[in-house]
C-alpha cells in the first residue's frame, strides 16, 4: 500500500458524539505528539494536553490512557508489523499517521476493544482530520488486514529487547547487566506492573482485606483490581498509598525515628514524604513544581499525614548541618519505570541521561551539606542506568570523605539479597520478582539507593 505523503498539522476538534471516539482521538493525539518529538513531556502530560477540551468521563479517560499506554508498550514491534503491510514502509516524517495505525493495531492486537471499534473510529479520526482525510482508506485497509491477520502476527517472534527497546537503551543494559539480564528486564517490561501500595497500619491485614499479598520488603501488592484505586477500602480514609514496592524501600533505609528533621528533596509526587511523616519524622518537602506540590498536599491531607512544603530549587536549601537525615530522590531518565511508564523508552536519549547525571552531582553535593555530623542521606533514582546510580555514589564518596557508605543488609530487605550489590546499595530491577510463585509476580521497578552516613 503506497502513502502520498503530506505535510503535518493540527487535528479537528474532538468529537463527542460517538462512543468512544473521542478516548481514541485523545490517545492518538498524544502518541501523536510523543512521536513527533515536539513536546519535553511524559505520556501523563501529553495525555492532558490532548484531552484539554475532551472533557472525558473515568471511563473514556482510562481508555484513553489505556490505548496510549499499550501503544508504547510494544511500539517496536508495531512500527515493524505496520512496515511490512506498508509497500513503502513506515512514514516516520508523518507521526499523526504512524500514531494513528499503531494505536489502531494496539487496541486489535493487545486491549480487550471490538475490532470492528478500533477500525471504524480509527476511520473516523482519519476523515476528521485534515492532514489525514485523504489517507482514511488506507488506515481503513491497512487496519482490516491487520485483524485478517491477526493470528500471522500474534506468531511472529516478539523479541522483547530487540524489537521493542530503543537500540542505544538495549545497548547500555547488554553493557551494565549482561545479554540474560537485560532481556529479562525487557521482558517485565513488557508483562506490566501490579498495583503495589504502602500501609499506615498492619500490611497483613490490609492485604487480607483488599486480597492481596504482603510483599517481603513490607509493601502490598494487589494483583487483580477490579474497580476504580480511589473506589477500594481504605482509600478514602486514608489508610494506604499506591506507591511501587521498590519505590518505597528508600525511605525505610533512611530509619527515621520520631521528631528527626528531615529534608525530602525532589519531593513530589510525595510517596516517601508520607513514608518519613507516618514514621513521625518533621519533614520539610521541597520540590520546583507547584502543581505536583499541590497533588502532594492533597495527598498528605488525605491521609491525615503533615509536612513543611516548599516550592523551589532543592539546589537553593540553605540550611547548613540543618537536618538529621536528608532523602534525595534525584530527577532522572526513569528507565527503571518502563513497566509503568513504556513511553520513557522512545522519548529519552542517550544524552539526557548525561544531562541529568550532572544535575545529580550538583544535588548530591547540596544534600551533603545539609545533613548534620551522624546523619543519614539517601539518594536514589528510578533508573537503570549506572550513570544515574552506582557511578554516582562512587564519585560522590571520592569527593566527600567526611562520609562513608551504611549498606543495606537482608533483614531490611525480608531476605531478599538479590536487591544488593557488591558494593552493599540496594539496585532493583524490573525482573526481580517475577518468578512463578504467584505471590512473587508483577516485578518491581529498577530503582537504585545507597545509604550514607556523614561522619565529619
Not at 491497512?142 to 517472534?157: G, K, M, S
Not at 499525614?305 to 532543592?314: C, D, K, M, T, Y
Request: neutral net charge; proline residues 5%.
Amino acid at each position: 500500500m503506497a502513502i502520498r505523503r503530506n505535510a503535518e498539522g493540527p487535528t479537528t476538534a474532538i468529537d463527542r458524539t460517538v462512543a468512544g471516539l473521542a478516548a481514541r482521538q485523545v490517545a492518538h493525539g498524544a502518541v501523536a505528539d510523543l512521536l513527533a518529538n515536539t513536546h519535553a513531556f511524559a505520556l501523563e502530560d501529553a495525555l492532558a494536553q490532548a484531552g484539554r477540551h475532551a472533557d472525558l468521563d473515568a471511563a473514556d479517560t482510562a481508555l484513553a490512557r489505556a490505548i496510549a499506554t499499550a501503544t508504547f508498550r510494544r511500539l517496536g514491534f508495531l512500527r515493524a508489523i505496520l512496515a511490512a503491510r506498508l509497500s513503502q514502509g513506515l512514514p516516520e516524517d508523518q507521526p499523526r499517521l504512524v500514531a494513528l495505525l499503531a494505536t489502531g493495531a494496539a487496541q486489535i492486537l493487545d486491549l480487550n476493544v471490538p475490532d470492528h471499534a478500533a477500525v471504524d473510529l480509527g476511520v473516523r479520526i482519519a476523515k476528521g482530520d485534515p492532514q489525514l482525510q485523504h489517507l482514511s482508506g488506507l488506515v481503513n485497509a491497512v487496519l482490516r488486514r491487520i485483524v485478517r491477520e491477526r493470528a500471522e502476527i500474534e506468531a511472529e517472534t516478539n523479541d522483547p529487547l530487540g524489537r521493542n527497546t530503543p537500540g542505544w537503551l538495549a545497548g547500555r543494559w547488554r553493557d551494565a547487566y549482561g545479554e540474560t539480564t537485560a532481556r529479562a528486564v525487557a521482558a517485565a517490561h513488557l508483562a506490566g506492573a501490579a498495583l503495589d501500595i504502602t500501609v499506615k497500619g498492619s500490611a497483613a491485614e490490609w492485604a487480607e482485606r483488599l486480597g492481596g499479598t504482603v510483599l517481603p520488603t513490607g509493601s502490598v501488592r494487589l494483583h487483580e483490581v477490579r474497580s476504580a484505586v480511589t473506589d477500594l477500602p481504605g482509600y478514602a480514609e486514608g489508610a494506604w498509598w499506591v506507591q511501587d514496592a521498590a519505590a518505597a524501600i528508600p525511605a525505610r533505609l533512611l530509619a527515621v525515628t520520631p521528631g528527626q528533621r528531615v529534608a525530602d528533596l525532589c519531593a513530589a509526587p510525595g510517596g516517601k514524604t508520607a513514608q518519613l511523616a507516618s514514621a513521625g519524622a518533621t519533614v520539610v518537602a521541597v520540590d520546583r513544581s507547584a502543581p505536583r506540590l499541590e497533588r502532594l498536599r492533597e495527598n498528605l491531607g488525605r491521609l491525615g499525614l503533615a509536612a513543611e512544603i516548599r516550592v523551589g530549587n532543592a539546589l537553593e536549601v540553605e540550611e547548613p548541618g540543618g537536618f538529621d537525615a536528608v532523602l534525595l530522590d534525584a530527577p532522572c531518565s526513569a528507565t527503571g519505570t518502563l513497566r509503568r511508564h513504556p513511553d520513557v523508552a522512545w522519548t529519552k536519549a542517550g544524552n539526557d541521561i548525561l544531562r541529568l547525571a550532572a544535575l545529580q552531582r550538583r544535588l548530591f553535593d547540596r544534600a551533603a551539606l545539609l545533613v548534620k555530623p551522624g546523619g543519614r542521606i539517601v539518594y536514589c533514582t528510578c533508573s537503570l542506568e549506572p550513570e544515574e546510580g552506582e557511578r554516582q555514589v562512587r564519585d560522590f564518596l571520592k569527593r566527600n570523605d567526611g562520609f562513608e557508605r551504611v549498606p543495606v543488609t537482608p533483614d531490611e530487605l525480608g531476605g531478599l539479597t538479590d536487591l544488593i550489590d557488591a558494593q552493599g546499595d540496594l539496585r532493583t530491577l524490573p525482573s526481580h520478582l517475577d518468578g512463578t510463585a504467584p505471590e512473587n509476580r508483577g516485578g518491581l521497578d529498577g530503582f537504585f539507593a545507597s545509604r550514607l552516613r556523614r561522619t565529619a
